[in-house]
């Protein structure tokens, strides 16, 4: 008995979907659609259900109204056809995109009832119900009694006349209709301008529960299935999505000719990572063992051969991954794409990487080397995930930081290994470590893990992708993968990715595999590498090691930014961990200690101790005041030692002003850690210093203070200024090191902001001369922080050139991104004001960088208020169109925020948010929760 022996004719050729059959009933859909204009904005208004719709949850215990998935039905392929129209339907003036799906699953708990994911998607009619039911195996499939589509838990549910029997295997078909919208997820519209004509191109983003919103679906991580895509396209553009274009036919359909893109299968994948792109772009490509590797972005912009730096690193990056993991490549070929509207900065879905443009796309004449460092760092955490996330993915987004924190540590690593004369890794340290460290100190804070059923709905989802997952989360792993060795890591690493492929883990399967590589490798740990990580990964927080070299007592505590903060959340390890400590003693290395309880660190008179060597462990240290006096001294007079460890110079400096905010230490003992800088010519220890004295710019720049400060930096700053000026004829090229590069940066704007004169007219003679000239001869290094401080010093004639370039340059996202944060530096308000009325204008702004631009101009001592009420009295609107991306958000409530120090202003916030999030459903309680736990600690200046 043949496979489909159960299906009715007409059923039958519907189920062979894929073409032009499926297209006869898009088009009539489509009619159908632009009749119903509206309807897909607001799925719960009216749709095409047999049951009222529904707004609220409503507390029940019906399945449809839990957000997880039943485990009775499981998935094994599906067929799907999408068109998307990337012209507007004439009556409506809304974009869409019609579908038609085939999923084959099967039962394995009989069911009388199908639940399967759905939001915002309309549905054809078939016999009034909102799908068809067939059987693929030797049982009948029982008819469809009901079927609706349930809004807040985001389902297209079918409720049977009979029973699926388990064991045996069922297919669904449906065909839908959705909008393209500019929205930025799901399967949406993104638009730029080519030859002076709007362009229009289809692509997707479906982490983490958007893929419903393209196609119905089982959506949920560990409900893998391979996937037959096909996608109809007009004629002169190219469709592109995981797996390689079988082939390209040319259709024609009620007169229009199309064409239709045939991809192969996929492999056995989650729906979060499914691409689907139609677009006019152009492509460069190569081929390295066997595995396609191209580059797709709009036309001009490979005609500039932006591609070519991603395209250049990509194989080499590709090829250390494969030798890392021990694995090849698992699939034939791997494209990127830039997209000119993108929520994140790159997703990683599968064989088809999705980027922001600047994320991707090099050139020589307009990015700096942090553009360019971006570009490597950011293919290298997206290659990462091929494996780890895509290959082996976690069971349930409960785990997520694995995912994130793990490709947030080997970018480092993957970037290394391309750029090895950068040495990017230590960056780890300013760029993860120091960034989480200032939010995980807080006594709201949470940890790591996260337990399965605490995260259910897609606002909780969104939740996770917070600096905790990504930068503890890789702060944590570098830890383990230092004290483990990187040996035995990588063996461990290399059998949990064998031991899961194309299946399904959580985070102890990779202990698992680790400690065994541990007991091979005769590797001697203080205890199972379990409860080890259970102290960094189930309790918040970190501590600070305190050691008296006098007596030689090391003790740990938690580290709490505000000493007076109550910790409300209890912690399975009373707030204790297990602490692995490299240390030197008078800069010699010691043997590495575990802190389990108690250990000794006593030094003699002349000797000194420094701890947590490379800031390898997640951990501040302090030290008692003699040892402190010492390593300052060290600091002011030991150039050749303090260069042989210039992470921990960063350290020293951010330890010691994070230990006087948390009145471990006093203030003054912080600021002394800055009086060597005048001697200090590297780029980390600076970065710390400037991060931490930023604190001070925010916290004081509208204070008495400011004055005293401004003076003492100058004095800083202004050698500096004046190493790089002789290095680099006077400032008008570089420096030939990347860390060089970066410090070149710093020095100019500290000496800038600092009120050096010098510096002021340096920059203002480059910005008119570009003004006069309409020649920029500003270095790409150098340009944000030129342009930055020209438009400060200048007024409206310098913004509107600013402006008028940034709308010339909408085709160079490097450069226009540059200007669009530099026009938020003016001290203008009437034009702050105007500006912050564009970023709720895609026209002006593109939606993927509102939020940001909003921070810039909060960031700039006279935005800020501006910033802050802008947000309040719009907040409903932005939260509307804004809120659902990614991190750019709670960016958006911290940076609007960041300069509060007082307590009316502790009060003003909390009065908004009280007033407002109990109304918009808002995803970041928790953040904004801990924000205000934070401004409790911070009482006037
Ligand atoms: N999976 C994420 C992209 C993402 C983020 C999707 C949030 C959905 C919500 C991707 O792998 C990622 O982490 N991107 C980072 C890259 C960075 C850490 C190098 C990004 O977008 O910034
Ligand atoms: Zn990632």
Redesign the pocket.
Known sequence: MGKGFFISKTVGILGIIAGVGALATIIALSVVYSQEKGKNNNQNEEQTTSKPPTTTPIPSNKPWDKYRLPKNLVPETYNVTLWPRLTPDPTTGLYTFLGSSVVDFECVEDTDLILIHSNKLNYTEFENQLARLMSVSSVEAPAIKSSWLQGVTQYLVLELDGTLKKGHKYRLYTEFIGELADDLGGFYRSEYMEDGEKRVMATT?M??TDARKSFPCFDEPAMKAYFFITLIHDRGTTALSNGKDIETTEINHDGQDLLKTVFERTEKMSTYLLAFIVSDYDSIGNSIDGVEIRIFARRSAIAAGQGQYALNKTGPILKFFEQYYNATYPLPKSDQIAIPDFN?????NWGLITYRETALLYDEAFSSNSNKEKIA??IA??LA?MWFGNLVTLRWWNDLWLN?GF??YV?YLGANNAEPEWNVTDLIVLGDIHRVFAIDALASSHPLSSKEEDIQTPAQI?EL?DAIS?SKGASVLRMLSDFLTEDVFQLGLRSYLSAFSFGNAVYTDLWYHLQKAADSSKLELPDTLDNIMNTWVLQMGFPVVTINTGTGSVSQQHFLLDPEAVVTTPSPFNYQWIIPIKWMMTGNMQNPLWLTSKSAMKATQDQWVLANVNMVGYYRVNYDDDNWAKLLDVLQSNHQVRQRMIVNVAQILDDAFNLARAKIISTVQALNTTKYLSNERDYIPWKAALNNLDFFYLMFDRSEVYGPMQDYLVKKVSPLFEYYKQMTDNSSKVPDGHMDQYNQVNAISLACRTGLEECQNLVMTWFQEWMDTDTNRIHPNLRSTVYCNAIAAGGKKEWDFAWSQFIKNDSTAIESDKLRYALSCTKQPWLLNRYLEYTLDPDMIRKQDATATIVDIASNVVGQSLAWDFVRARWSYIFSQYGGG??SFSNLVNGVTKRFSTEFELQQVRYFFEMTLPQCGFPFVHFVILLLNWFGSHGPP
């Open positions: 983003q982490q983490p994140a900065g790159a997703m990683e760092t950011i955490h997206e995930h994130e490709a947030s970018e969104s992708f990504y990614s991190f």
